[in-house]
């Protein structure tokens, strides 16, 4: 079993920054790739960013492209996701997540383990 732990969400005004962070326990996520979705108020949840179980494969929602960045440090268990140029729409609960496959993607039926999800708000 995998636990997933996010961190670094909170209040942050539009054009600032944040960065999530995600850290895993149970077993080592070294060979699963990993993501990053978002879920606001009263919709589905959506991909946000993924990556290899190397990191050297990244891919993005085209609402996030050159503003976000996702990263891993396998010897830290962790993954994270650095948010530049917030703006309201971004406002979400965020969730990490792992999938058994190397290289992961933004279908949800592809992770096995969820996060419990950290909340960011972008206020106008």
């Known amino acids: 079993q995998v636990q997933l732990v996010e961190s670094g969400g909170g209040l942050v005004q539009a054009g600032g920054s944040l960065r999530l962070s995600c850290a895993a326990s149970?077993?080592?996520?070294?060979?699963?790739?990993m993501g990053w979705f978002r879920q606001a108020p009263g919709k589905e949840r959506k991909f946000v960013a993924a990556i290899s179980w190397s990191g050297s494969t990244t891919y993005y929602a085209d609402s996030v492209k050159g503003r976000f960045t996702i990263s891993r440090d396998n010897a830290k268990n962790t993954v994270y996701l650095q948010m530049n140029s917030l703006n309201p729409e971004d406002t979400a609960v965020y969730y990490c997540a792992a999938s058994k496959y190397l290289y992961s993607n933004s279908d949800t039926n592809d992770y096995d383990y969820w996060g419990q999800g950290t909340q960011v708000t972008v206020s106008s």
């Open positions: 149970g077993r080592t996520v070294s060979r699963y790739g």
